[in-house]
Nanobody, 117 residues
Framework: QAPLRESGGGLVQPGGSLTLSCTTS????????MGWYRQAQGKERELVAE???????NYADSVKGRFTISRDNTKNTLSLQMNDLKPEDTAVYYC???????????WGQGTQVTVSS
């Protein structure tokens, strides 16, 4: 079983919104920088957004102003609010945990987001 579990993917029309969630254990979440990545068919996996252990955020240029990443340390949950979705946002979205000060990475199984009319 993957240590990270994503949910919230689906089919949405262009201009629509979706919220992705990722949950994991308290131990892993509380010691990790967290991020969302995506992989479109035939393309390499790419960073979408990340939030550090300290709460600093970073976004890919393609999603700035449309997506918002957040972490709830009381619920061990990472979220990605996606607004004004475009067909080019179609991809499998993955949650990633990177234990701070180590190279250790953990991935979820992915959730499909399809933006189409």
């Amino acid at each position: 079983q993957a240590p990270l579990r994503e949910s919230g993917g689906g089919l949405v029309q262009p201009g629509g919104s979706l919220t992705l969630s990722c949950t994991t254990s308290k131990n892993l979440f509380s010691h990790s920088n967290m991020g969302w990545y995506r992989q479109a068919q035939g393309k390499e996996r790419e960073l979408v957004a990340e939030v550090t252990y300290y709460g600093d955020t970073n976004y890919a240029d393609s999603v700035k102003g449309r997506f918002t990443i957040s972490r709830d340390n009381t619920k061990n949950t990472l979220s990605l609010q996606m607004n004004d979705l475009k067909p080019e946002d179609t991809a499998v979205y993955y949650c990633r945990a990177n234990i701070i000060f180590t190279p250790n990475l953990y991935w979820g199984q992915g959730t499909q987001v399809t933006v189409s009319s």
